[in-house]
T-cell receptor, first 113, second 109 residues
């Protein structure tokens, strides 16, 4: 692994189903983030974690949950998917709060039908 | 509220120069990033400005004026591979990144 790995790459999901998007980084970055990206809206923060064991809500947290059991992993769970959660999801990490660029995973394209 | 404004789309010619502007109104300021994102791919880091002035990095330069809440990304000697979206993002007082919607740059031969 080099950088951030997200899985799956894409998924079609029936509404009402539970889904976990996986994110793993090997850079020992403290902070990790989940974003969704929709056409014309840019990147919107769902949840974040400044360090292992802590999480926080971003701009659009409803319908999503996260956990940060260790430094490397930051899974995002949709408890009961709805069509409005159709989006491209990016996981990112950064080494510090200031000046450190964010490294992004390759994204998960999720379609809820 | 917090706001980042960028033009939605710009068109330029191969070999030319283009300037992509970004204006921001945020609760505090702790730096500004520019990212490049090719279609279907993840954003990749281009530049970071925290002090006023111009930062040059090869064909790309980024400028910041904190008093005006303004930044621009300057791309010189445009190549077809520069066709992408360019995202401006500001670090606010809570050290959260506030993202603009991005500027889609189309390069024509």
């Amino acid at each position: 692994i080099a950088g951030i790995t997200q899985a799956p790459t894409s998924q079609i999901l029936a509404a009402g189903r539970r889904m976990t998007l996986r994110c793993t980084q090997d850079m020992r970055h403290n902070a990790m983030y989940w974003y969704r990206q929709d056409l014309g809206l840019g990147l919107r923060l769902i949840h974040y974690s400044n360090t292992a064991g802590t999480t926080g809500k971003g701009e659009v947290p409803d319908g999503y949950s996260v956990s940060r059991a260790n430094t490397d992993d930051f899974p995002l769970t949709l408890a009961s998917a709805v069509p409005s959660q159709t989006s491209v999801y990016f996981c990112a990490s950064s080494d510090s709060q200031t000046g450190g660029g964010y490294t992004f995973g390759s994204g998960t394209r999720l379609t809820v039908v | 509220g917090q706001n980042i404004d960028q033009p939605t789309e710009m068109t330029a010619t191969e070999g030319a120069i283009v300037q992509i502007n970004c204006t921001y109104q945020t609760s505090g300021f702790n730096g500004l990033f520019w990212y490049q994102q090719h279609a279907g791919e993840a954003p990749t880091f281009l530049s970071y400005n925290v002090l006023d002035g111009l930062e040059e990095k090869g064909r790309f330069s980024s400028f910041l004026s904190r008093s005006k809440g303004y930044s621009y990304l300057l791309l010189k000697e445009l190549q077809m591979k520069d066709s992408a979206s360019y995202l401006c993002a500001v670090v606010d007082s809570n050290y959260q990144l506030i993202w603009g919607a991005g500027t889609k740059l189309i390069i024509k031969p």
